[in-house]
């Protein structure tokens, strides 16, 4: 990890020979509900059409979300999100595709061809480790399915959901807590457990961050970065007197890019400034326009959470101002707003240049009208932002010259994806004048003043400390990601004000979550770099993240 060197985290890299691999994965179910009833009262062909033409829509949702339908069961599907690609938020993205595919279901329930609207889908997910096998029967292409025990929970629970509801379980619920409105279900005694499981019913998806920030229940003040926050300072100084200013944040994830902007904002309070915040979410990264349209929302103060679409348009109209009567329509169609008949005529006819042109403008005007007092514009996880935003962002660049706002791009150090292009456009544009801010792991004092705040009066034996620490490499995330693990598996509790440990930490396995991160980074390596880490992993060694990290970037 960068800043780490010789330092060692010890990543297991899972073997995978062919009686598989074992790898966190959220597993989803979808069925039809009551489709015997249904299939009685129409002919077979018809019923066999319309079933057809279901589980194709839910596959194509499915497939939005970089997930992998893994069987077609009669009149539902089973899919899994993480094999055989593994993503750090695949938790996220099957609950996304669930509420999807119930809402396209209802579409679909109600178009010319069903107007009775009966049919109707349960969703049932769950998240947990699981034995991944490739099943395809020879030939290149591959075929994937998973066993374990999390499977059949996400099975039941398809089996429990309410007609048109997604259910969920507990560990995915960890995972999307922050970004949904849910409702508790439970404790459920599933068919075939022995203990009950909490279960939620997830009713809309609310957005956000990626991760639900830190453990619940423990909370440090910010550790060190006292030289990275004062040129932030600095730089918002500058705004303040009406010069504009970019700020690049870069480091590996967890390094503690989001906390230092929260911190900032959270010093940033006398005279208050106008702050606005978006981001890229790792599928928004095919979807042309993702982020463009994450800042337009930003600037135009509309929430994640659907809004009337007259009061947008209103407020679109209004903030673009006299640019409304020639990029208005391009505007209204980015917003995905319903166009009047002339609206459509007009971005009907444009070539894509042209529209490209209208939206640098249409984003140019919103810029300037909303951009009147001192503004901060935070663009999260710049790594995953689109191509097509990418150029339309670039030239906007030039703005902060005249308009008194810091903005801010947060990004990992990932150099070969289109997010890139707009890091590099800021040091084109603004050279010396550019906040440029690498940060790195936090030394080992701080990783232990760390610590120690997580676990107020800390009184673990040093082991489990220096277990804590030589695992987490001075990255604060893994320090808490370590401590999380430690406390879900009971191997420390608290007792009273203090913490102790039930047992001798030995070489418990590395926590989920950043199982999931390293191996969502393992599964883009080119398959001859995979195939030595296994090959290596199934001989017994451990790997020093350090040479996981030089190798994961081919450096
Ligand atoms: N200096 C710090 N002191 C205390 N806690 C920190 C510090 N830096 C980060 N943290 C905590 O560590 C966790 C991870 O940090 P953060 O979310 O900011 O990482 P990030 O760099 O934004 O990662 P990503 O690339 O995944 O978005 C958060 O819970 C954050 O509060
Ligand atoms: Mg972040």
Redesign the pocket.
Known sequence: MEGNAGRNYHARVEPASRVGERRPVTTLFADVVGSTGLAETMDPEEWAELIGDATTTMGKVVDRYGGRVSQVLGDGILAFFGVPVAHEDDPQRAVRAGLDLIREMRTYATSPQHPDGSLQVRVGLNTGSVVTRDVSLGGSSSDYTALGDAVNVAARLQAEAAPNTVLIGPTTYAFVSHSVNATPRGPLLLKGKATPIQAYEVTTWIGGQ??P??VPGLS??????DAELSRLSRALRAVRAGRGRVAVLL??????????T?ELRRHATDPPVQWLETGCVSYGQEVPYALALGIVRAVLGLSDEEMDPAATRDRLMTALGSAASHVGPQMAQLLSLDLEPWEHEEVIGLAPDALRTGYIEGIGALLRSTVREPTVLVC??VHWADEASVDLLAPLLRLVHELPILVML?S?PERDVPGWRLIGATRDEFGDALVELR?AG?PED?SRT?VG?LLVIESLPSATREYILARSEGN??F??EVIRMLIDRGLIRRDGERWIATEEVADVDIPDTIHGLLLARIDRLPPEIRRTLRVASVIGRQFPATVLADVVSGS
């Open positions: 990626l991760r920030s830190g440090s003040p910010m550790v060190g970065r480091g590996e994830p967890g390094i503690g890019k989001s906390r230092l929260a999260e996880d947060l990992r940060l936090l701080q760390l705040n604060p995330l320090v808490e």
